[in-house]
C-alpha cells in the first residue's frame, strides 16, 4: 500500500544552519508529492509540491526533489531563520482512492 | 477573502456530551474532508465529502458524524461512542475530490474531561 516515512523530530537547529529533513515513500503508479507546513496552533499551509519525477518544487526558500530512483522527497533550505520553526508534513496524493497519505510530521526547533 | 473558517479555536466537553464542530468555506470547493491531529502523528481521515448530500468514511469514522447539507458547510459530530475524543481537528477542502491540493482551516482543539 502506499505510504510516507519522516525522519523523526524534533530536529533543532541554530539560526543560518542548513536544513534537510527527510520523507520517503512507497507508492504504486507516480504520485504527486507535497510538502505542508503547520505553525503553532494553526492548521496546514501547503509549502510545496512536485508531480513527476525530477521535478524540484520550491516555495520560501525550501525546495525539495522528487526522487523516483531513490522513492524520496527531501526539504531542503539554504538558511533556516526562527520564524521557520513549525511541524512540517510530507505527503503523496494517492490517484488510486483520491486521498492525500501524510507523514508523521517533523518538529522543527530553530535556535537564536 | 476566500478560505475555510472553523469554530470555535477550543472546546471543552464532559465525557458522554455529543460535541459539534463547525467548518465553512467560500471557496466554492466540491471537496470537503475532516481529519483528526495526534501529538506525533501523522493526519488521520474521519470522513470526507465530495458532493453536497453525500459522504464517505475514512480511516477512522467510528464514533463520529458528518453531514453535507450545503456545499459551504461540512459539521462535524463527536459522538459519545467515540473512545478518545480529546484531539485536533482540521477541517479541509480541495476545488474537486480528484484535484490533490488541499486548503485547511485552522483548527479546533477539542478537549473531553
Known amino acids: 500500500g502506499n505510504s510516507v516515512t519522516q525522519m523523526e523530530g524534533p530536529v533543532t537547529l541554530s539560526e543560518e544552519a542548513f536544513l534537510t529533513i527527510n520523507c520517503t515513500y512507497t507508492?504504486?503508479?507516480?504520485?504527486?508529492l507535497f510538502w505542508y507546513v503547520q505553525y503553532p496552533g494553526e492548521g496546514l499551509q501547503l509549502l510545496l509540491k512536485?508531480?513527476?519525477a525530477d521535478d524540484k518544487g520550491s516555495n520560501k526558500g525550501f525546495e525539495a526533489t522528487y526522487r523516483k530512483e531513490t522513492t524520496s522527497f527531501h526539504l531542503e533550505k539554504g538558511s533556516v531563520q526562527v520564524s521557520d520553526s513549525a511541524v512540517y508534513f510530507c505527503?503523496?496524493?494517492?490517484?488510486?482512492?483520491?486521498?492525500?497519505?501524510w507523514g508523521a510530521g517533523t518538529k522543527l526547533i530553530i535556535k537564536p | 477573502d476566500g478560505g475555510i473558517t472553523q469554530s470555535p479555536k477550543y472546546l471543552f466537553r464532559k465525557e458522554g456530551q455529543n460535541v459539534t464542530l463547525s467548518c465553512e468555506q467560500n471557496?466554492?470547493?466540491?471537496?470537503m474532508y475532516w481529519y483528526r491531529q495526534d501529538p506525533g502523528q501523522g493526519l488521520r481521515l474521519i470522513y470526507y465529502?465530495?458532493?453536497?448530500?453525500?459522504?464517505q468514511k475514512g480511516d477512522i469514522a467510528e464514533g463520529y458524524s458528518v453531514s453535507r447539507e450545503k456545499k459551504e458547510s461540512f459539521p462535524l459530530t463527536v459522538t459519545s461512542a467515540q473512545k478518545n475524543p480529546t484531539a485536533f481537528y482540521l477541517c479541509?477542502?480541495?476545488?474537486?475530490?480528484?484535484?490533490?491540493?488541499?486548503?485547511f482551516g485552522p483548527g479546533t482543539r477539542l478537549t473531553v474531561t
Open positions: 479541509a477542502s480541495s476545488i474537486s475530490p480528484t484535484v490533490d491540493e488541499q486548503y
Open positions: 471557496l466554492n470547493h466540491d471537496a
Open positions: 505527503a503523496l496524493w494517492a490517484d488510486s482512492n483520491y486521498q492525500l497519505i
Open positions: 512536485a508531480t513527476k
Open positions: 465529502s465530495q458532493i453536497v448530500n453525500d459522504f
Open positions: 507508492a504504486t503508479g507516480y504520485p504527486s
